[in-house]
Every structure is written in C-alpha cells, then in structure tokens.
Nanobody
Framework: QVQLVESGGGLVQPGESLRLSCTAA????????MGWYRQAPGNQRELVAR???????WYSDSVKDRFTISRDNAKNTVYLQMDSLKPEDTAVYFC????????WGQGTRVTVSS
C-alpha cells in the first residue's frame, strides 16, 4: 500500500516562499511521472507541476516561472519550491503519480495572506 505524505505547508505573506516535500511508504517514485496538485475549497483539483523520471518538467500557466518541481530518487522524495507566492496560491497541495494515481494523501495546506 502506497501512503503519500506531503509536508512543508504553512502561513506566509505574499511574495514569500515555501518548499513542499512529498514522500511515500510502500513504493518508490523513480519509475513514474510525479505531479503536484492543489485544491482550494469549492475549486477543482488542478495539476500545477509534473516531473518525469528523466527530469522533464511541466508547469501550469498560473505557476510557471514561480514554482520549481524537482525529485531526489535516492530519498524517494519530490519537492515543490514555491517562490513569489500570491494569495491565489492558497490551497491544499497534494502529490501523486500523474498516470494511474495512487490513493490521495492528506495534502499540506498553504495559506498566503495579504
């Protein structure tokens, strides 16, 4: 059983930064395209960044040039560096395999207050 665990969220001011981490017990990330998703109350869950096993990356227009996804296979961890945070980035952030997702974890909450 894969157990996804996200961490690193918190309350920050606009313009500040956070670094999110995602790890798992039960399986390894290395063969898969991994993604970061976010969901705000009343909103759809949206994919904001993804990274392939060969470190090819993609970002949604809303976070491009501000967020950076990376992975460390030795640590079985995927990261999301979030810079220049905006109030509209406020959401619960989740990680998961992009193709054929595992059960969702609890996510980590990011609140950007002005």
């Amino acid at each position: 059983q894969v157990q996804l665990v996200e961490s690193g969220g918190g309350l920050v001011q606009p313009g500040e930064s956070l670094r999110l981490s995602c790890t798992a017990a039960g399986n390894v990330f290395s063969p898969y395209i991994m993604g970061w998703y976010r969901q705000a109350p009343g909103n759809q869950r949206e994919l904001v960044a993804r990274i392939s096993k060969n470190d090819l990356t993609w970002y949604s227009d809303s976070v491009k040039d501000r967020f950076t996804i990376s992975r460390d296979n030795a640590k079985n961890t995927v990261y999301l560096q979030m810079d220049s945070l905006k109030p509209e980035d406020t959401a619960v952030y989740f990680c998961n395999k992009v193709i054929l997702s595992w059960p969702w974890g609890q996510g980590t909450r990011v609140t950007v207050s002005s």
